[in-house]
């Protein structure tokens, strides 16, 4: 079993910073790569960042600037730093890894955590 779970959430003025962190437990060989999500009312998940396990990084052009993903791997821990938040910030955010479960087979599975409630009030 591999649980993720998130942290570092809540409530923030526009323009505050918060810093979000996920950290997996369980019986699992390795993580791949590592991301964050968010899910706003109404809209649908969209993608906020992805960190290989080298530490390569990915971003939608629409998060480029103010978010930064990053990811200790002794800890099996990824993180988010989001700074000069804005109302349209608000979302539920998620973790996600490809965890490799065994040492013996190369195949990965998706995890996802519980998600963090982030509020941005203007």
């Known amino acids: 079993q591999v649980q993720l779970v998130e942290s570092g959430g809540g409530l923030v003025q526009a323009g505050g910073s918060l810093r979000l962190s996920c950290a997996a437990s369980?019986?699992?060989?390795?993580?791949?790569?590592m991301a964050w999500y968010r899910q706003a009312p109404g809209k649908q998940r969209e993608l906020v960042a992805l960190?290989?396990?080298?530490?390569?990084?990915n971003y939608p052009e629409s998060m480029k600037g103010r978010f930064t993903i990053s990811r200790d791997n002794a800890k099996n821990t990824v993180y988010l730093q989001m700074n000069s938040l804005k109302p349209e910030d608000t979302a539920v955010y998620y973790c996600n890894a490809g965890v490799r479960r065994s040492r013996y087979r190369v195949e990965f599975s998706d995890y996802w955590g519980q998600g963090t409630q982030v509020t941005v009030s203007s």
């Open positions: 369980g019986s699992f060989f390795s993580i791949n790569a």
């Open positions: 960190i290989s396990r080298d530490g390569n990084t």
